[in-house]
């Protein structure tokens, strides 16, 4: 059985053969577990690995065997010295995954082993990893990680959506003095600043099962970060906020899209006010947002979204609109000290004890 190695890898010093083989296995990858999905080019691939995060910090490793890239993994932490940094740092985030033909050979337990070691020197205490795959669920059980939170991603086919009912929907918001605000393309800085800590306080009832994180807060950098790659590609951010009389917001609403997967909408945030709720103001948001970027995207043909298995009432609404489950994604989460014990164990095996 050939040797597996591993090698840490740096988008900014990478040669050309190293790139072509990792864009091979990312394109296998692909192919194999999301057939269905948009896939970027080689070249914007590169440029998004390569672009400097605002906020967080991001390690690569690379898998070989003979020559070749079999598998890979990153993980993500937040910069030392950014805002709230403390709150983030007992939290690392990784993922990974390795070619089909090479699976069951050890490369995902050596990637990992790199993430542990990184997890040691950050003294970090708290790991974060996501699968959508049978062998990925049975690769944590092994480790000891603990399922946390499972996501449904749905789809639809905006040409197949029910536009009388989202019209119906939308109507609603008119019956309680309700303003709409709508940003199509892009939000001004100005209102973006103020509409922030208004995002971070609804998604604070946004249900996360039981994960472990630093407070969710909707920052600037990210923002700005964002806009910068539309501008650079061709972008768009929807917003649609109601709200209320005395101008508080009742509600909010948000899509993108990317002119370099332009087929796709990507909708995001669906949140109400806990005073508007059970109104049918979620059904209006979801409704007039879905008409916004019909409008304004001929080109696209699907919508997708994401909502935690839990949170019954957003699944039902997306349901009742038109969108099926299309996977689920579990995260899970490991502590330092279980993943120190796997470690041991794997070194035991590895010296025939």
Known sequence: MALIEIRAFDPHTAGPEIWRSFHECRRALSAELDPDDPILSDAETEIEMRRIDPLDDCLRWLAF?????????????????????????????????VRAEARR?????????????????????????????????????????????????????LAELDWPLLRQWKERASSYGLRWERYAGRVPREALLALLPEYTALFADVPLGDLEIAPVKFEIEGYDEWYRTFDRVGGAHHLIVLRAPDGSIAGLTEATWDSRTPAVIYQQLTAVARSWRGRGLAKALKGALLQQVHENHAEARIVRTGNGETNATMRSINARAGFKPHRRFVEYQITREKLDQWREGQARIEKGL
């Open 105 to 157: 050979r050890g490369a995902g337990s050596l990637l990992l082993g790199e993430v542990h070691a990184l997890m040691q020197n950050l003294d970090k205490s708290m790991l974060t990893l996501a699968t959508q795959t049978e062998s990925g669920h049975a690769f944590m059980a092994k480790i000891g990680a603990a399922a946390k939170l499972t996501t449904v991603s749905s789809r639809a086919t």
């Open 65 to 97: 065997s003979e020559g070749k890239v079999i598998g890979f993994a990153s993980a993500f932490f937040r910069r030392p010295g950014t805002a709230d940094a403390a709150e983030h740092a007992p939290f690392l985030f990784a993922g990974g995954r």
